[in-house]
């Protein structure tokens, strides 16, 4: 990892920083090495791991945990990212604005397994987690881009407009 996981301490120093608001925007690594890569000794091993598709599901559990709230998450995933970037008809719901959200189930459980990882790399550090707040889909543009851990047949999303460049 670059950089490195780091101590709970770390970890509780974050989520502090998270709750004040410091941070706008919460993003995610996707680095799909295979296992083989990751094995192999510093600085041979390359770095980073998997994680997009369990941000989401990783986040809402904090959220059932307490150490963040609902609104945060939704901030710092969506209105933070259209802030910082100057995205155009991103990052709320309301008239002029794509219809793109998420459908979760607060209280649904789930294991994170690895045939539920879409990734060719087909691992995550993640795999045997018991989380709670469930994925349950993802609208774009309003049409539907994941269902119930399937995606769509075909692409849905369209370039990103960015303030200015109209």
């Not at 090495?33 to 809402?60: C, F, I, N, R």
């Not at 994170?112 to 543009?141: A, H, K, N, Q, Y």
Request: hydrophobic residues 40%; glycine residues 12%.
């Amino acid at each position: 990892m670059n950089p490195p996981i780091r101590s709970g301490a770390h970890r509780d120093g974050l989520f502090h920083w998270v709750r004040q608001g410091v941070p706008d925007v919460l993003g995610s690594d996707h680095a799909p090495h295979t296992l083989e890569e990751k094995a192999k000794t510093y600085p041979a091993s390359p770095s980073g791991m998997p994680g997009v598709q369990t941000l989401l599901p990783l986040m809402l559990d904090h959220v059932a945990k307490g150490r963040l709230t609902l609104e945060r998450l939704i901030d710092m995933t969506s209105a933070g990212v259209q802030r910082v970037f100057g995205l155009v008809g991103k990052g709320r719901i309301a008239t002029g604005y794509d219809a793109d959200f998420t459908v979760i189930d607060r209280k649904g459980r789930f294991t994170v397994t690895e045939d539920w990882l879409e990734s060719r790399c087909g691992w995550s550090p993640f795999t045997g987690m018991e989380l709670e707040g469930r994925v349950i889909g993802t609208i774009v543009r309003g049409r539907t881009a994941m269902w119930e851990a399937q995606l769509a047949n075909e692409a849905v999303g369209e370039p990103l407009r960015f303030a200015g460049s109209l």
